[in-house]
């Protein structure tokens, strides 16, 4: 298993998110193989061969097809194409961060940034959320199909505001529970912005956060560096050579 | 309890209380407004997509309004960290110039009409005004954002934004159905508010 330094994944999340968002494919697939690779070393190789086989997928089509004027009903199939080959890298880098950062590693980590509390402590909560968030989502909906409750369904379609009231309240309530046990929890354990945080976990930088971020910078170098010059990576590198 | 005198001073639990509010409704209001706006990758939806995002969001915006203590402080590190994500993403440090500058409008509007209806109702509309700013790069950056564009979708929607980009009214179009969604989205959340939330002492 290799651990990773907290500053060094948040530096992986940031550098991938500005890549993979505006950057050609070759440069998204860059940045989608370190957490790939890591997440191998978790041993998590079911979850990222399934991953990778669909962005692959979506990718080469979103590649073949995006040139093409392909009317109304393909721009749909493209754009849904697009989103998952330039959203599912930043997902797994997400993924990543999210399974392998425990709150208390992060703010150790923040702290060393002497990023103030202030700022910290909703960052934490907001990374820990978006897991919670999605799994609340998925029982309610699980609940609410046993009441035949769905999107699509005659119900939903005759009335789209009970889709708020079925589906978005119950969350509401639920993640608005959990926050309040959250923060008495926090208050319990002597969380306060005004003073400063001990952590048992020693934070800090090894050859493995070295590797990665060389390797980001590499990747973020070369592309500014095609960006700028317009010309692609393979011509560049031909051009050196020749 | 009228009588029972305090220092003024709020205390630090409710610090922490309000700042993990602030999280939890940053991560709802970055997951619903992401959903709501991906409307907006069909071309024909692209200046409606702001009023969806405003309409999706004012249910767990009036809610996050009437749990917090500190509005400014609070209003601006939620637009702050929702700006802070869209520049994580690839929008220019203009989007989050605007998310500071509205979180900072919010959290007066709650400071100075207070935290009843009026006051989160204008405050939901002022925030309306970050979601719609999204696509103000389009408008004061044109080429640059059809290239960061071009790069992700289908020339056949680069093309519909290039031919909205011409006009200046698409723009205003944007804004007007970001504050539409916000205001009936409001008058939604405040029955909403009624019937659920403060019935079970949430609110």
Same mark, same amino acid.
């Given at each position: 298993m290799i651990t990773l330094d907290p500053r060094t994944k948040l530096f992986l999340a940031i550098v991938a998110n500005s890549v993979i968002i505006s950057a050609p494919l070759v440069y998204s697939a860059l940045m989608f193989a370190?957490? $790939?690779? @890591?997440?191998?070393?978790?041993? +998590?190789?079911?979850? =990222?061969?399934?991953?990778?086989? #669909?962005?692959?997928? $979506?990718? @080469?089509?979103?590649?073949?097809? +995006?040139?093409?004027? =392909?009317?109304?009903?393909?721009? #749909?199939?493209?754009?849904?194409?697009?989103?998952?080959?330039?959203?599912?890298?930043?997902?797994?880098?997400l993924y990543y961060v999210m399974q392998t950062t425990k709150a208390n590693e992060f703010m150790a980590g923040m702290s060393k940034m002497h990023i103030p509390n202030k700022v910290t402590i909703p960052l934490t909560v907001m990374i820990r959320f978006f897991p919670t968030v999605f799994d609340e989502s998925h029982a309610i909906s699980?609940?609410?199909?046993?009441?035949?409750?769905?999107?699509?369904?005659?119900?939903?379609?005759?009335?789209?505001?009970?889709?708020?009231?079925?589906?978005?309240?119950?969350l509401l309530v639920s993640?608005?529970?959990?926050?309040?046990?959250?923060?008495?929890?926090?208050?319990?354990?002597?969380?306060?912005?005004?003073?400063?945080?001990t952590c048992v976990v020693p934070i800090g930088f090894h050859v493995q956060d070295a590797v990665v971020f060389v390797y980001c910078i590499a990747v973020l170098t070369c592309f500014f560096i095609t960006s700028k010059s317009k010309q692609s990576i393979i011509d560049i590198v031909s051009n050196l050579f020749s | 309890m009228s009588n029972v005198k305090t220092t003024g001073k709020k205390s630090s639990n409710t610090l922490v209380r309000d700042l993990v509010n602030v999280g939890i409704f940053a991560a709802l209001y970055i997951v619903l407004g992401f959903i709501s706006s991906s409307i907006g990758y069909i071309p024909a939806f692209i200046v409606v997509s702001t009023c969806s995002i405003s309409l999706v969001t004012s249910i767990p915006v009036f809610l996050?309004?009437?749990?917090?203590?500190?509005?400014?402080?609070?209003?601006?590190?939620?637009?702050?960290?929702?700006g802070g994500a869209m520049l994580v993403m690839g929008q220019g440090i203009l989007m989050f110039a605007i998310s500071l500058a509205v979180g900072l409008v919010v959290g007066s509007c709650l400071k100075f009409i207070g935290k009843g209806f009026a006051g989160c109702y204008s405050a939901n509309i002022v925030l309306s005004l970050m979601s719609s700013s999204m696509m103000l790069p389009l408008w004061t950056s044109t080429e640059e954002y059809l290239e960061y564009t071009r790069t992700m979708c289908d020339a056949g929607y680069v093309a519909?934004?290039?031919?909205?980009?011409?006009?200046?009214?698409?723009?205003?179009?944007?804004?007007?159905?970001?504050?539409?969604?916000?205001?009936?989205?409001g008058l939604v959340a405040r029955r909403v508010m009624k019937k659920h939330f403060e019935r079970i002492g949430l609110a």
């Open positions: 370190v957490p $790939a690779i @890591l997440l191998l070393f978790e041993k +998590k190789w079911k979850f =990222v061969l399934a991953f990778f086989s #669909l962005y692959l997928a $979506a990718a @080469l089509g979103f590649e073949h097809l +995006k040139t093409m004027d =392909v009317g109304r009903v393909g721009t #749909l199939a493209v754009s849904t194409m697009m989103l998952i080959s330039h959203m599912m890298p930043i997902g797994i880098v699980n609940a609410m199909k046993m009441r035949g409750i769905r999107l699509f369904s005659l119900q939903t379609l005759k009335n789209p505001f009970t889709i708020l009231e079925y589906r978005l309240i119950p993640l608005t529970k959990i926050g309040d046990e959250l923060s008495v929890a926090a208050s319990t354990r002597g969380l306060v912005p005004e003073t400063k945080r | 996050f309004f009437s749990k917090i203590d500190r509005p400014i402080p609070c209003c601006m590190l939620f637009c702050g960290i929702f519909k934004l290039k031919e909205l980009s011409q006009s200046s009214w698409p723009l205003v179009a944007i804004y007007a159905f970001g504050i539409l969604g916000a205001v009936v989205g």
